[in-house]
């Protein structure tokens, strides 16, 4: 199983089923031209779902600060541009087929019913007051994501901070050396 460590969290994903568009030769000739991909994806076969996953560190900020202005349009950016980026691998254009020759078999075509295609923000926060603004970024992120998410038949995005998606049962944990330091 691959493992990686991004934002202060380790993300464990299926052997043979995942992906990073930043790995893909194919993305990374398009660095630099305004686009954004999620930082992860992978095939779950259980769930009959693809899912995209973005993970961003804001453990960081001290209480009396709060998430970014622009935390919002940065992950309605990635959301969108990774659509992009799988709209185009599915239909076959040149810098898709790039891309999708580097992809898991089980991700190179659109996921038909019942597979779902998920996306997933998640927020390595531990002030309390920082989870308490994640209700209302989500319900704007969702708003201005709404019209996107229908053309893929998704019905929710979700932005979770980093122990929900813990017991959500995302492939996310906290860095060993972080557990015992808390």
Not at 12 to 26: M, V
Not at 105 to 114: A, D, G, N, Q, V
């Amino acid at each position: 199983m691959p493992i990686y460590q991004e934002s202060g969290l380790q993300i464990t994903l299926p052997d043979g089923e995942s992906f990073r568009f930043q790995d893909c030769s194919g993305y990374k000739t398009l660095s630099g031209k305004n686009l954004s991909e999620m930082d992860f994806g992978w095939w779950d076969s259980t769930k009959n779902s693809l899912w995209l996953l973005d993970v961003k560190d804001y453990s960081h900020l001290p209480p009396t600060e709060r998430l970014p202005d622009h935390l919002l349009d940065n992950l309605i950016k990635k959301a969108t541009d990774s659509l992009l980026i799988l709209s185009a691998v599915w239909f076959g254009s040149v810098k898709g087929q790039e891309i999708c020759s580097e992809l898991p078999l089980s991700c190179r075509t659109f996921p038909s019913k019942p597979k779902k295609l998920k996306i997933v923000f998640v927020l390595k926060i531990t002030n309390s007051l920082l989870k308490a603004e994640l209700s209302p970024l989500k319900t704007r992120l969702l708003a201005r994501l709404r019209g996107r998410i229908a053309l893929f038949d998704i019905n929710n995005v979700t932005l979770a901070d980093h122990e929900t998606g813990i017991r959500m049962g995302l492939p996310i944990a906290t860095l060993p050396s972080e557990t015992n330091s808390v």
